[in-house]
């Protein structure tokens, strides 16, 4: 329990001990004073301009800022501030570096894949490998991912060039439509050389693993999918 | 048809239902046609009445006094090795082959599927070549 006031009310609004014996009392002299700072002078909002005619005092004072002419009759609703910021994304628990992710949407969706980590802006970047399963290094959300419990040793890695820059696209300008842009459209656009070799580089330790691991290697090219009588809710992974 | 599983002191039960559903208890005393009380000292069932709405009859059976106390019980089913017998019949062996399924990872259930295509494999090929012979 907290102790008894040293300066109670004897009514209300009226304290036992005056200001200075309050002061004493509290042994306030031997904390060091605080001083306010000094505020910084406001920024001038007015400028003074010379004018002439000789019954105008010479000088006037004006505005920095013109007030506006004209008023809107009625006032616009103003829209409420916003005080939520974005957080930084966190991972499940359950996903860390090699485990094994079954994609559930987009092109890859039933896909089972390699987790490497994750990028800057919470999204994952994962990998098939693309020799074993044709899934590339990319990018998914967290959301539309199953873990598993499967784990791959994925510490001869290097993930550092992957960031959510190296996934950004090149802006290409439209051009207008001709005929013949149009019949060229269905040719398919070659993989950048240095990406596939990025590629490369990265499945080449999990290649390692896998190769000692037959049955693994079958596991990431079989994509999931669930038969009679199987529901996800109830399953482990 | 003749009954062979009696509602009787000593008969042992599966209990189906509420928070001890799927463990084993033993019946200690009868209350009327509907409930029974069961003890359970060594699968974590406390002593208490139940009806057999909750609980169903197994074919197993432990000799034991009317209404004995519940160390004394617990020394009855381990002399009479009760969960060694529940564990040999198909029922418990059943229910142990359905938890384990439900226990399997994603990669298990691959294992699984690749030993069973294997299994196919293996044993089309010899029904095939006793088809041919014939």
């Known amino acids: ?237 | 048809m003749v009954f062979s599983r009696f509602v009787e002191v000593g008969r042992v039960v599966l209990i189906t239902y509420g928070p001890d559903a799927g463990k084993l208890a033993v019946v200690v005393d009868i209350i009327d046609h509907s409930r029974v009380i069961v003890d359970g000292p060594t699968t974590g069932v406390a002593r208490q009445a139940i009806s057999f709405k909750r609980a169903t009859l197994t074919d197993l059976t432990i000799s034991i006094p009317r209404t004995i106390g519940t160390p004394a019980l617990k020394a009855q089913i381990e002399k009479q090795d009760l969960l060694g017998r529940w564990s040999k019949t198909a029922w418990a062996q059943k229910i142990a082959k359905r938890e384990a399924r439900a226990k399997l990872t994603d990669l298990d259930r691959f294992k699984l599927m690749v030993a069973r295509k294997q299994r196919r494999a293996i044993v089309g090929k010899a029904l095939g070549k006793i088809r041919k012979s014939k």
């Open chain 1, 1 to 237: 329990m907290a102790h008894a006031p040293t300066n109670p009310l004897i009514a209300p609004g009226v304290h036992r001990y005056s200001r200075s014996q309050a002061y004493a009392k509290k042994a306030l002299f031997k904390k060091a004073k605080q001083v306010a700072p000094a505020k910084a002078a406001a920024p001038a909002t007015t400028k003074t301009v010379q004018v002439g005619g000789a019954k105008n005092n010479q000088t006037r004072e004006v505005p920095l800022v013109k007030a506006p002419r004209f008023y809107a009759a009625e006032d616009a609703p103003v829209p409420k501030k916003s005080r939520k910021a974005p957080r930084p994304v966190s991972l499940r628990a359950s996903i860390t570096p090699g485990t094994v992710l079954i994609v559930l949407s987009g092109k890859y969706r039933g896909k089972r894949v390699v987790f490497l980590k994750q990028l800057e802006s919470g999204l994952l970047l994962v990998t098939g490998p693309h020799k074993v399963n044709g899934v590339p290094i990319r990018r998914v959300n967290q959301a539309y991912v199953i873990a598993t419990s499967t784990k791959i040793d994925i510490s001869g890695v290097n993930t550092e060039k992957f960031t959510d820059a190296y996934f950004k696209r090149d802006k290409v300008e439209k051009k207008k439509a001709t005929e013949e842009a149009l019949f060229e459209a269905g040719q398919k656009k070659p993989v950048d050389a240095s990406r596939v070799q990025d590629q490369r580089e990265v499945d080449k330790a999990i290649l390692a693993t896998l190769k000692k691991d037959r049955i693994l290697r079958g596991y990431l090219n079989a994509s999931f999918a669930l038969s009679r009588g199987q529901f996800p809710h109830l399953m482990k992974f």
